[in-house]
């Protein structure tokens, strides 16, 4: 093994050069900090670019926040672009970003993260060739939807089991009886592919949930829910769920089960498409898997269907497996302050790494900003790192107790792995601009 570079040049290693990685990138460029983006595909875009083998993206894939929600900050969708961007317009977004602020100079393409580790103050990052080089601080941007979660049934399938991160078309439905195992938003828009060209389409739903329209009263949703005044999330439940009931009605007459839970206590659903075939018999609604028996699904209702092809749209696990075991440190519950500050580890920054019911690049473009401002303020690379470390954590202990507790909006939601990680987008929004100019006040 081999190290390479000096300790303050570049002083930042950014990990990942999909939207988080580039929101950092820009942050970290117009602060004047020195550093280096490690991709290891050979251009921009993360997980929507489909030409990635390990992309969970597929061809009928859309943006399910609006066009102009869904911006990084300072950097607007093309008017040309519809409500609701295709995954190849969202692509070319990215990749336009990645020009406008003349980020790909600074990224090193081709290049898989071996490992990272602390080591004298400072993180030692270890690629695929086995050179190691040094830094000051490290962001990992490396997204949180590529480590698919497969649930474990009784019994045994002699067909087709794929998890929904490899999906790509419907060509791969074409003639098959398909059973879609989750009701998230990927998984209703694999059911609805399915409903179009599969010999049969079934979808099994472990809970009810409830289905929003990507338009209310002609405009996009999340449009016009956030140009309208603020209302308190007590207010907002309610007013939502009566909104609900007059555009989509009663969700149990498509034979879906009745939701457990309040509106926004689960990720939203942005997908009345899914009725649309539901209502007219081209997705067949089913419970929970109970066993599987050779080519023959049995449900826990007790009903069975014949399928060719199993897709589990189960979700993905929180991972960050270059960190090795540091991970379950800096992901157990309590120690990610922020979803972006690891406890203890004051140079290690994550970006990207929540859900929320809002859109991501708005988020991720403070995250950055963050992260940048935090270390334009403390200069970690500085000479004296020990000094920079020590300032850095205390500028991070004082952003934490300044920042909102509650990052949910006082909601409870249904306690799945996906949701760890969540914020309420209003909230977490005006927190972080609260701490971006508690920083500017700093230093000004």
Known sequence: MSTEGATDNPDVCVIGAGPSGLATARALLQEGIPFEVLERH?????????????????????????????????????????????????????????????LRPHIRFGTSVRAVRQVDGAWEV???????????????????????????YPGAFTGRISHAAAYRSPRELEGKRVLVVGAGNSGCDIACD????????????RRGY??????????PTDAFFRTGPHLPMWIAQPALTFLLRILVGDVTRYGLPRPDHRVLETHPIMNTQLLH??????????????ELRGDTVRFVDGAEEQVDTIIYATGY???????????????????????????????????????????????VSRQGALVARLLGSTRAGGSDRVRATRDLEAHIERLVRASTRDLRGGVRHVPTERHAFY??????????DRLLRRLERRRS
């Open 42 to 102: 050979h251009d921009v875009g993360g997980i929507w670019d489909l030409a990635r083998a390990d992309t969970p993206m597929y061809d009928s894939a859309h943006f399910i926040s609006s066009r102009t929600q869904s911006a990084f900050t300072g950097f607007p969708m093309p008017d040309r672009y519809p409500d609701y961007p295709s995954n190849a317009q969202i692509l070319m977004y990215l990749r336009a970003f990645a020009d406008h602020y003349r």
């Open 126 to 152: 270890t690629t695929d060739d086995g050179v190691t080089r040094r830094y000051a601080a490290v962001v990992l941007a490396v997204g949180h939807n590529w480590d698919p979660v497969l649930p474990a």
């Open 194 to 205: 399915a409903a179009r060209v599969a010999e049969r389409a079934v979808l099994s739903l």
């Open 210 to 219: 409830h289905f929003l329209p990507k338009h209310v009263f002609g405009q």
């Open 277 to 290: 075939h539901l209502a007219h018999g081209d997705v067949v609604p089913r419970p929970d898997v109970a």
């Open 317 to 363: 696990r929180a991972s960050l497996p270059c960190l090795g075991a540091l991970q379950d440190d800096v992901l157990r519950p309590g120690a990610l302050r922020l979803n972006m500050f690891p406890r203890g580890h004051p140079a290690l920054f994550v970006v990207g790494h929540f859900e929320t019911d809002g859109a991501a690049y708005p988020v």
């Open 423 to 432: 914020v309420q987008f209003d909230i977490y929004v005006r927190a972080l």
